[in-house]
């Protein structure tokens, strides 16, 4: 099993249009393109998903891959309600919680989790347009949960992006980013607190 | 196996900047959103993505699905000669496989597939941008093998474009639709020939 301890799990949930795919698109080519690793990113979309909720998996390992589904996450990042409540079961003892302030609710978590809030929606607002709101979002994992190097994470996000929103999308991910190393460096990242 | 006989299963494959994963994640949303089925969507990237290569798998069915990996497909999509190359053995007897007549030089194939060929890739660059080759393409499996209904993947490929650019998708989405249609009435689709 010493593959899978190199495994890199990540879910990233929100509903359609928040660019949930391209998110894990972006990872998944960071990892690869840029870091000369493994990555799969799997989609479900399932009759559930009239309702606008979708979710993407990444994997990202030194080695191949055999079992592209992500059973037990590292990383749940959350940009919707529903899919914090349906995935909230499939984060690790021990994992990383990141979700959108503005779009999420929480509960009592694991206590062996940290985790991380973030205004990406209101951020991506301010800056003119909350369809950013996910590479918001990106810049700031690029600082708690850097799953691939955070200049890959930068670097596959422009090129991912269309030509004339670079600019604006370098903008957001610093955003995001100085938000999580703001967070970092002033210990103010949580840890879970017990159901209730 | 009941379950599995419904499934349809599809990899497409091209290189980096085509549109590939965005082709794959057309499809799945089409099967669910408007059809109400079940899709995957997986992405395999790895250190030979380096070169370019990419590909997407979806797995479209009626029942969930428990394994989203493609060992054998039903339809291959090749828009790069090594996506043609390195997934060809993946494509099951009975098969129908289509190529961009501008990107893959084709050998021997197995006689019991059907085969297609479009000149994507020309036909996008006449209407001013070869960018929309896999758009052209997705019009084109609308008519000779519709995966999901051709008016699901119409709408799909239609919310899924930058809005700006949804007339000229149109176009090309129309322009792959009746190169595949004129191809199925004049009776001109292939059939597999012998590997030399």
């Avoid at 009759?47 to 909720?53: C, F, I, Q, T, V």
């Avoid at 409540?85 to 984060?91: F, I, R, V």
Wanted: hydrophobic share 40%; glycine share 12%; charged share 20%.
């Amino acid at each position: 099993m010493a593959a899978k301890k190199k495994e890199t799990r990540v879910i990233i949930t929100g509903f359609g249009g928040q660019g949930i795919v391209l998110t894990g698109n972006i990872l998944g080519q960071a990892a690869t393109l840029h870091d000369g690793l493994h990555a799969t990113m799997t989609q479900n979309y399932g009759p559930e998903a009239r309702g606008g909720s979708c979710s993407s998996q990444v994997i990202i390992s030194g080695a191949e891959i055999p079992y592209p589904y992500v059973e037990q996450a590292d990383l749940l990042v959350c940009m919707s309600q529903e899919g914090y409540t349906k995935n909230l079961s499939a984060l690790a003892p021990g994992g990383v919680l990141v979700w959108d302030t503005n779009l999420v609710k929480t509960g009592g978590h694991d206590p062996s989790w940290r985790t991380f809030d973030l205004p990406a929606t209101a951020i991506a607002e301010e800056m003119g347009n909350k369809m950013m709101a996910n590479i918001v979002m990106l810049g700031f994992l690029s600082a708690v949960f850097p799953a691939a190097s955070p200049e890959a994470m930068r670097e596959a996000m422009l090129a991912a992006v269309p030509p004339r929103t670079k600019d604006k999308n370098a903008l957001a991910f610093e955003r995001g980013r100085e938000r999580g190393q703001g967070l970092l460096e002033s210990g103010r990242a949580g840890q879970g607190r017990r159901r209730s």
